[in-house]
């Protein structure tokens, strides 16, 4: 956690918001904060400054903070993302968020186990909750957009275009293609397979709506790996 | 687990060798392999074949194997890693292992909890099974050769020369440094910090001995995207 990521409910009066539970934990334990210190804060999709702690009374802690600065620019890259296994699918959405990615989309694929859709990890509640822990990490205020796509196909070919924009398409894909680009400034569009891969069917789905084949290595990473490996690959940092 | 990774003493007599019982139970529950079915082996420290099910007996599965290929080409750089937390750790050697890095130091630091040195997992029987993991992962034999560095300085300043040898040596470090380079093909070495960073005191003595510093965007990425992230920018995925 390296900022407090103030939400609209904890705002008290004025210049005074109250952290929630959980920071609180986080400021008494592990920056072990006292009254007068100064720590980083920010407001959900909006920006960030410097925070004051003003008081701690029954592990309820109150800050004084204002706006005096604008959150990381953002990666200009939008992620298409097969669903993971569910354990890994909190990870992914925290390594997207902490990088920066703001869109994702969760699609389904041949190889996803079709359990996974009906996993309580996928309530909105919780997907955000990963994705506030990336914006935590990176000192980020702005919440990503994600959406889930069940059916491939109909994403595909009637949302994907609108969704992705102009940039380019990149599939990370094994074979005799191209090397994978390097250090984009974006926009650009990333889709990235579920365990075992795309199908044949679906590369050739996702070519014909723009995607060009790469190829990026030889070996086979798990999703986790790959995801930070691609991004950084592809994509120059802002 | 992308191929079955054998290690001498699972060698019966000629081309026959037996799965252990985490191999086998990979094998009937996930693959659901039968008799006569194929699948991908390696040896230990050997190469690649094709290996066919003999036999499924009591749990007990008998592959015939024979080695007809080298292991993919392995990547050249050099990892010099603060010790991280335990469970991350654990991930770390996995995706360390997958993208092919085959010369690790586990180094301290001195934002390192010191308990992080007296954790069960630094045992090397548990580092060297999570080295397999990620081995296993990519279709790879050879195992990574991981030492570790308790003492920071002395490491540095006698043995890291004569470890990381000729090629260039990266530091990602937040300021105003060059940017990474890119798509490099080594032999390189690069060195991640601890949660928290390298301390002034570390980056000097590091830069004292050829590490050269270099920005990788602006956000504070968790150690586990760093690095993954940082290869993927750094090298050329062979």
Chains 1, 2 share one sequence.
């Not at 720590?39 to 029954?58: F, M, P, Q, T, Y």
């Not at 592990?59 to 298409?80: A, M, R, W």
């Not at 957009?145 to 491939?152: C, D, G, K, S, T």
């Amino acid at each position: 956690m390296n900022l407090f990521l103030l939400h609209p409910e904890q705002h008290l009066e004025g210049d005074l918001w109250r952290l929630d539970e959980r920071q609180s934990a986080h400021a008494r334990t592990v920056l072990k904060l006292a009254e007068g210190d100064t720590c980083r804060a920010g407001v959900l999709n909006d920006g960030l400054g410097e925070a004051r702690i003003e008081s701690i009374k029954n592990n309820e802690i109150t800050l004084s903070f204002k706006v005096d600065s604008n959150p990381p620019v953002p990666l200009p890259l939008n992620l298409v993302l097969a669903l993971p296994r569910p354990k890994m699918l909190k990870r992914l959405l925290i390594d997207a968020a902490s990088l920066g990615i703001k869109r994702i989309v969760l699609i389904n694929a041949w190889k996803v186990d079709k359990s996974y859709w009906r996993t309580p990890n996928l309530k909105a509640g919780l997907l955000r909750e990963k994705l506030l822990l990336g914006l935590e990490q990176a000192g980020d205020t702005v919440l990503p957009e994600l959406i889930q796509a069940p059916r491939f196909r109909p994403f595909v070919e009637d949302d994907l275009d609108g969704w992705a924009g102009d940039g380019p398409r990149f599939l990370a894909h094994p074979g005799d293609h191209p090397s994978l680009p390097h250090e984009l400034e974006g926009p650009a569009t990333l889709a990235i397979g579920p365990e075992g891969g795309w199908t044949p069917f679906e590369v050739e789905l996702l070519r014909e709506h723009g995607f060009q084949t790469h190829r990026f290595g030889s070996r086979i990473l798990r999703v986790e790996t790959a995801l930070p490996a691609l991004v950084g690959a592809l994509m120059r940092l802002p």
